[in-house]
């Protein structure tokens, strides 16, 4: 089948991108800019891509016309505050016109929850937009969903920011408000079950998780997966101006965006009962355990834990070194590259770092840094290597954990498992043009977290420096 995908540069555009290609999908997307395109070039290849603005007039004959399925996953929740709501009508306008021209059969919209009378700004542009989407010539299906949990969701790197910032919080009152957050894995599966479902034609559905909780429930829950103590008080004095600004400063969201969830969380997002769960046989998971599926250590995705037992074999042409990557949000990073002449030599050195030979540079150092890590109760570097030139995913290899190695991808992923306040990554790899890339990632645990970073930063920038160089240099220890 051929289905129109909007949305694509966005957060759920890109998870469903590969899941409907791997379901046999002819798969069309449709963006404003060619070049903000950025997913994977295998997954590239696998894809038609147009260039449409839907908020300017389109020619006719700028649509494909032979299209049987559409996602309008097109929001503007980030754009200026005072017109986001004419900006998504116009959109959905537009995209309606040029999609009765097609020969589509079933229109897919994902909006928000919207069961009070009184809704915000953003969810009654959401409702409004259903509205327009609405047509004789295809079937409408629309799920709405509230808080979607899932790393490099604005809800979840939100409450995220908050809690691992802030040990006591003075909070508005919104956060005592009640909600329904579904895993993204969840989002994902109810968006491709309802694909061409006639049970799910011209129909309306809630979708959310098992439980219903507050804001403050689902900070403190965040808080107690993650280990640490938070104390939150509430307070009915901080405005909804105030709330726009306490969420800019303290968390990583933009202005605008800001000031959009400001305003939904005062609205409760609760489903109303219906037969979607029964009819697609979907069991949406538990807050918690949709928080730990967004901290596993590996961003593994809807993508790669439905694809991980079959992906190499796949027609798509990927391996399972194009969905293992390190987290981005929220984290600091140290990233080196350098040009080399011989990649088989530099992968011979990558390939026997660490045990007897060491790290390349400043082995002293790290020495002392496996010291403290046992006498803090961790492994240090008595573990050394399996084998002097062999590595294999899931090795130890001094305090890390192999991730990933692969000689024919000229990648090795590993992830430490040394007593940090925090959690790190060492990546290595070489590209098609013979670069080497060195990249050092820590994503900060609390306060404390972000301390430890700053103080040792010195100490990264004299290791990670002489350590690519000797790499390269095929300098033997």
Known sequence: MRILLT?????????????????????????????????????????????????????????????????????SMTTSSEKFDSLESKAASNFKKYIESTAVKQVIYLSGISNEAKLSKHLLSRKKVE????????????????????????????????????????????????AQPIAIRDV???LRRVLFHEQCFNGTFDIGGPEILTYKEM??????????????????????????YWLFFITSVSYKL?????????????????????MLKVQPITYRIAIKNA?????????????KDSIISSSLGLSLSDFIEVPNFGCYKNEKKVQIADAEKVLRNIWTIGGDKGYYYANWLWKIGGFFDQLFGGVGL???????????????????????????KKRLLLFAEIKLPGEAWLEFKIDENNVLHQSATFRPKGVLGRFYWLVTLPFHFFIFNGMIKNIAKKITI
């Open 382 to 408: 008595r573990r050394g290597r399996t084998l002097p030139n062999e590595i294999h995913s899931g090795d130890a290899l001094d305090f890390w954990r192999v991730l990933y190695a692969s000689r024919d």
């Open 131 to 178: 509205d327009i989407l609405k047509s004789d010539h295809y079937s409408l299906t629309v799920l709405r969903a509230g808080i979607i949990v899932g790393s490099g969701s604005a809800s979840f790197e939100m409450i995220r920011d908050i809690v691992e910032k802030l040990p006591i919080m003075i909070t508005p009152k919104w956060i005592l408000t009640k």
């Open 7 to 75: 949305g694509v540069t966005g957060y759920l555009g890109k998870r469903l991108l590969p899941v409907l290609i791997e379901k046999g999908h002819e798969i069309i997307c449709c963006v404003r800019e060619k070049n903000r395109l950025t997913i994977h070039p295998n997954l590239l290849k696998q894809v038609e891509i147009i260039e449409i603005d839907f908020l300017k007039d389109i020619t006719p004959d700028a649509f494909p016309q032979n299209i049987d399925a559409a996602y309008y996953l097109i929001h």
């Open 258 to 278: 800001a000031i959009s969830l400001a305003d939904s969380m005062k609205n409760e997002v609760i489903c109303e009962n219906n037969d979607l769960e029964k």
């Open 219 to 244: 900070m403190l829950q965040y808080a107690e997966i993650r280990k640490l103590k938070r104390s939150i008080y509430t307070t009915s004095l901080i405005s909804p101006r105030l709330s726009s």
């Open 295 to 307: 901290f596993i250590k590996i961003k593994q995705n809807l993508v790669l834990s439905s694809w």
């Open 188 to 190: 994902i599966t109810y």
